[in-house]
């Protein structure tokens, strides 16, 4: 019986990842908060995230301890005027993802407890509506680094 052993342990491996793949079906790629001016009370967070489960999924809060606020937004364009709507969730579809990026959907955070600067890491825990917290942790980039990182430049 010398593939018993070899089995059960692939049997074990397939139940794992499987029971890992069910718990968690969202990713967060390339979470980034821009730099502000030292000045300013306000800062925002980009990220993309994917959901690939079968149902929707549903941000319905964040806490950061570097930050007293962090609420949900999107950009809209209201007789040519640039307006943050105010969202209670950030809405993942089944299937599918959301951007949040400069002009669209993006996490507002309020009145730094200490001042940020590139190069900072801040982590940021995302309440699902499902009881989850999902921890990040969130680099703070320069704009311009961020678009240079973007591009695609072969040297
Ligand atoms: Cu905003």
Same mark, same amino acid.
């Given at each position: 019986m010398k593939s018993s052993p070899l089995l059960s342990l692939l049997f074990l491996l397939l139940?794992? *990842? =499987? /029971?890992? +793949? +069910?718990? &968690? &079906?969202? /990713?967060?790629? %390339?979470a980034w908060i821009a730099e502000a001016p030292p000045s300013s009370r306000v800062m925002v967070a980009y990220m993309k995230?994917?959901? *690939? %489960? !079968? @149902?929707? +999924?549903?941000?319905? &809060? #964040?806490? &950061?301890?570097?930050?007293?606020r962090i609420s949900? =937004?999107? /950009? @809209? @364009?209201?007789?040519?005027? #640039?307006?943050?709507?105010h969202m209670s969730t950030l809405t993942?579809? +089944?299937?599918g993802q959301l951007v949040l990026e400069a002009g669209s959907h993006h996490i507002m955070l309020f009145n730094p407890v200490k001042k940020l600067k590139a190069g900072d890491q801040v982590n940021l825990d995302l309440k699902l509506e499902n009881g989850d917290v999902v921890n990040l942790v969130v680099p703070v980039m320069k704009q311009q680094m961020? @678009?240079? !990182? =973007?591009s695609h430049m072969h040297h």
């Open positions: 139940f794992f *990842s =499987h /029971t890992a +793949a +069910a718990e &968690s &079906s969202l /990713t967060f790629d %390339g995230i994917k959901n *690939s %489960g !079968d @149902q929707i +999924a549903k941000i319905i &809060s #964040a806490t &950061s301890d570097n930050f007293k949900f =937004h999107q /950009t @809209q @364009q209201e007789n040519e005027m #640039a307006k943050m709507k993942i579809p +089944a299937k961020k @678009q240079m !990182d =973007h």
